[in-house]
C-alpha cells in the first residue's frame, strides 16, 4: 500500500530554515501529484504547497509564497519542502500527501489529496 514518511520537522529560530523530507513507497511515484499540508494546534489542516507529478508545476499557500520551496526526486521518490525566513505562526505537524488523479497543483488548495503522510512536527520559537 501506500506510504508516505516524513522527516526532517524540529525547533528552530524565528528567521531560520529547515528542509522537510518524504519518502513514498508502494506507487508508481513519478505518475502521483505531491503536497505538503500542516496542522497548527487547534486549527482545522491547511494547504501549503504542492508540485505536479512531473515536478513541471507548482502551486502554493499565499502565507507561504517566497519563503517555500517544493520539490521533488522521482528517481529517489522523494518530495521535499525548504522552509526558508521561518515564522512563529508556521508552527504545526507538517503533513506529506499523494495523489493519483493528476489534477494542477491548485485544485488541492481546497479538495486535499488522496494519500496522507502521519506527519512531523515544526516548531518555530520566536
Known amino acids: 500500500q501506500v506510504q508516505l514518511v516524513e522527516s526532517g520537522g524540529g525547533l528552530v529560530q524565528a528567521g531560520g530554515s529547515l528542509r522537510l523530507s518524504c519518502a513514498a513507497s508502494g506507487l508508481t511515484f513519478s505518475s502521483y501529484g505531491m503536497g505538503w499540508f500542516r496542522q497548527a494546534p487547534g486549527k482545522e489542516r491547511e494547504f501549503v504547497a504542492a508540485?505536479?507529478?512531473?515536478?513541471?508545476?507548482?502551486y502554493y499557500a499565499d502565507s507561504v509564497k517566497g519563503r517555500f520551496t517544493i520539490s521533488r526526486d522521482n528517481a529517489k521518490n522523494m518530495v521535499y519542502l525548504q522552509m526558508n525566513a521561518l515564522k512563529p505562526e508556521d508552527t504545526a505537524v507538517y503533513y506529506c500527501?499523494?495523489?493519483?488523479?493528476?489534477?494542477?497543483?491548485?485544485?488541492?488548495?481546497?479538495?486535499?489529496?488522496?494519500?496522507w503522510g502521519k506527519g512531523t512536527l515544526v516548531t518555530v520559537s520566536s
Open positions: 500527501a499523494a495523489d493519483s488523479r493528476h489534477y494542477s497543483p491548485s485544485y488541492y488548495r481546497n479538495y486535499g489529496m488522496n494519500f
Open positions: 508540485i505536479s507529478w512531473s515536478g513541471g508545476s507548482t
